[in-house]
């Protein structure tokens, strides 16, 4: 590496949901996942002739489908705790991507230099979140069988629509180990896949040992704090709307063109962005333009490229001076 | 990474099974396989002083696992092809190796930079081994399981012992990707951890898309590929005898010291390495030293400090001149 001329290019971290890769209403196969990811990586192939690339990309339905593999077949195989389902997610979703990301790099005439990682993530053993589990998992099940399993197993559930799903801790990330590997793998020109699904959960024992934990991260949370370990430019948080929206989903629905972490705290203090899905990205957002004064942009894939060129998307914008 | 100074301490490529975390008669939990984990690792932390490390983990017992998993969840989550199974295990062996060397690094005094890639290997769709399926994977099945399954999925079957075994192509690998990407973590000193279970099987379409095949790459062809790519020092197979033997498992047994790849292919050819088992170690063994002049050692992770002391081992040496 030494050999080569540092890439100057600005390097833009883009996070995005497990979800990216299965649309509403699919099943989820393999090979719907694998289409997924062939339309992202020609938009992100797209996005790399000027920029290096850090993706960090959310697993819940992943790691939703690995948890009922490995609950289904418990009498027959040891089941899985849930870092080791995450690192399981890590290990599919970066090869669908790597995959894809390889082949349409090279058809935009690109180096398909593209590296996977896997992430440990390390959590506090005492974050509150491990007393107060609030994050859905997996399937619905019905009251009885929840009932055995809360005894069982210990697990938590909440009732929702469609019946009583497993609630886990979903505890703030302290540490993402590998950041130096990330920031070498960048400065050589790679796209880097890294801190997939919020990186895998692990706890660190008083002898040093690293030890997973039945949590999950949010992604978002662990791509804003990989955004400012590694140094990153640019911090793009794709979702499926082209903007933000306040009041979403009313007749009075008005699209955000900009706001600076004051405004969107005091939209947050209104309910205006719910916890389970665009709070937790303002949040990471505003945490983001405060430690870094950076912008960061919130869009769609599908926008995306006209939102870098000023037409489109949210932006989390600095106070002005 | 241009800021350090080229790290000129030897590279070794220790190759190792999947059941190094699933010891013969266990369960395969993940604490059981975290606990492997850890033993194996103060083992190879203990060689990171003088060696810089690349890491090619087997997932026999791994990939089992996955597929019986996703098979008994077909009906609520689409089952995985063997590549997803293959990606799946590379994250969660990953993350355990990773974990556990950290902490066994640091517990060393070293530093305790470890990165694991998850790793695409390419194979020839023209291979003859997708038209004679050999190697067996996954559970036991009665006959009318199999025969239904023949019949629905198309898979092969062999008899063996205990019922009705899934046998699957094994083709050889031609390409790894990410080579450049494993050069520069371990110019950067990192350990790293690549090529798990021989990599994930795809094959290269003309319009130049990956796309993952069902298929298993056997790990050691693929360490001793990834090893002349690399270009690394020392080629080390850690299998679970202290020495390779003559005439193994008979009255006769007689443990072998060295042997020049002329030697090796002789006892092939008398049948003394089983297929399935010694026999492609050797194999990959001659290929290396026959490719590189280098010597390739042969050992058990309990064996390996005495061995690479001299003491202990198989050696495969390059013919005299």
Redesign the interface.
Known sequence: ??RNP?DVRPVALIAFGGNALVPRGS????DEQ?AEA?KVAAILADLARDHRLLLVHGNGPQVG??L??????RR???P??L??CG??????I???L???L??QL??AGLDP??????T?TEVDAADPAFQNPTKPIG?YYPQFVADDLAGRRGWKFVRQDQGWRRVVPSPAPVRI??V??VG??L??G?VV?AGGGGG?P?VRRP??????VDAVIDKDLTAALLFREVGADLFVILTNVARVEKDYGTDRAMPIDRMTPREARALMAEGQFPPGSMGPKIEAAVRVVEASGRQVLITSAAALAGALRGQGGTRIVPEAP
């Open positions: 590496m030494n540092v099943e989820g196969t393999e694998r062939e489908q690995l009922i593999q490995s609950e289904s077949a027959q195989v040891p899985w705790g870092a080791a690192a399981g997610s890590q290990g599919v970066g090869f669908l790597e995959a894809a390889r082949g090279e058809a230099k593209v590296a996977s990682l896997v440990l399937p180990y590998g130096r590997t070498a793998l400065e050589a790679a896949i895998i692990v002898d040093g040992t690293l030890e997973g």
